[in-house]
């Protein structure tokens, strides 16, 4: 059973900075995409950032290009999300996901962590 932890997020004032973090486990990936989605109160959850393992190639969503890095860990099936000068529309529960294929807009992904808080003060 293929299990994806996340952890890192919390309260910050705006302009702040912080990072996730989500880990794999259960499987082995292999040629595999992972990312991260988000979704606030009352909207529909949107693609953020995500990382194909072979290659590294990234893939951004327009709102956090510039702000927003996305990389892989040291160890296998791990991803970070750094995320800084956030902004109080970046309030969201924030879902890691994994694919054996593609982690990317309008497709469906594979696998989901159960979503972590992040909160923007203003």
């Known amino acids: 059973q293929v299990q994806l932890i996340e952890s890192g997020g919390g309260l910050v004032q705006d302009g702040g900075s912080l990072r996730l973090s989500c880990a794999a486990s259960?499987?082995?990936?292999?040629?595999?995409?992972m990312g991260w989605f988000r979704q606030a109160p009352g909207k529909e959850r949107e693609f953020v950032a995500s990382?194909?393992?072979?290659?590294?190639?990234?893939y951004y969503a327009d709102s956090v290009k510039g702000r927003f890095t996305i990389s892989r860990g040291g160890a296998i099936n791990t991803v970070y999300l750094q995320m800084n000068s956030l902004k109080p529309e970046d309030t969201a529960v924030y879902y890691c996901?994994?694919?054996?294929?593609?982690?990317?807009?309008?497709?469906?992904?594979?696998?989901w962590g159960q979503g972590t808080q992040v909160t923007v003060s203003s």
């Open positions: 996901a994994a694919d054996d294929v593609a982690v990317v807009p309008g497709r469906g992904v594979g696998y």
């Open positions: 990382i194909h393992w072979s290659g590294g190639r990234t």
């Open positions: 259960g499987r082995t990936f292999i040629n595999y995409s």
